[in-house]
């Protein structure tokens, strides 16, 4: 048998092969080891506070003056632990809450690391519909499910005291309208019956504790400062 040489042809061809391969492990590695992107996105109806909050966590200021966006906010945002030591900063981008405006969200949504969904908890009940049509796009989004992106549901203006509802009533109420939803899209079949695969058997009660993505629900107050359970969500991804 004569020696192998690096000028024959099927030696050559051989190498590439190997090289190849290795190459396509190399970037199969890198892809599956970025589940997750980088942006943490802002959503929720109008008026629910989603830019003072933008303002708050990019600046510490609350930006009182703001009003409902009508284009995305964009900046980072240093993330504090409850020591407050920063402990790493991350991309946070405030999208509108006008309904006109909501098909930007699919697209952001590809390279989410997480999802906040603002409320306003003073006036959740004639705007359950709305948040949970934005939840029901977030959990529902293929990204979403696959990767089990966590979401808080930010309950806003706190500080309004008695007239803010609870955490568990905002919670509930919209449990019990993302349920509805559910049912009518499977009901409508299709594609938009298969999309309510990622929200649990329809043959039980919806439960936002048992869904894929981890949700879970806190009391703020953007336009006082008061954002540390926000804080507290994205320092675990830390």
């Known amino acids: 048998m004569g020696e192998l040489s690096l000028s024959q042809p099927e030696v050559q061809i051989a190498l590439l092969v190997v090289l190849a391969t290795a190459f396509l492990l190399l970037i199969l590695k890198f892809v599956s080891g970025s589940k997750r992107g980088n942006t943490v996105l802002l959503v929720g109806p109008c008026n629910g506070g989603k830019t003072t909050l933008f303002y708050c966590l990019r600046d510490g200021s609350s930006g009182a003056t703001?009003?409902?966006?009508?284009?995305?906010n964009e900046g980072w945002c240093q993330v504090r632990n409850d020591k407050d030591r920063v402990v790493g900063s991350v991309r946070v981008m405030d999208l509108p809450g006008h309904p006109r405006l909501r098909?930007?969200?699919?697209?952001y949504l590809k390279d989410a690391s997480a999802v906040v969904l603002v409320i306003d908890s003073a006036d959740i009940t004639p705007n359950k519909m709305e948040a949970a049509e934005d939840l029901f796009e977030?959990?529902?989004?293929?990204?979403v499910a696959r990767r089990r992106l966590p979401v808080l549901l930010a309950c806003n203006k706190?500080?309004?005291?008695?007239?803010?509802?609870?955490?568990?009533?905002c919670r509930r109420t919209i449990e019990k309208q993302l349920d509805a939803m559910r049912k009518t899209r499977l009901a409508l079949g299709g594609d938009a019956g298969r999309a309510t695969s990622a929200l649990g058997k329809p043959d039980k009660p919806l439960s936002l504790a048992a869904l894929r993505s981890p949700i879970t629900a806190?009391?703020?107050?953007?336009e006082k400062g008061d954002v540390s359970e926000v804080?507290?969500?994205?320092?675990?991804f830390m």
Do not use: C, G, W
């Open 103 to 107: 098909s930007k969200l699919e697209h």
């Open 66 to 72: 703001t009003v409902a966006s009508m284009q995305e």
């Open 231 to 236: 804080m507290r969500f994205l320092a675990k």
């Open 158 to 169: 706190a500080d309004l005291e008695t007239q803010a509802h609870s955490v568990d009533f």
């Open 138 to 143: 977030v959990l529902t989004h293929p990204t």
């Open 218 to 222: 806190a009391s703020i107050s953007a």
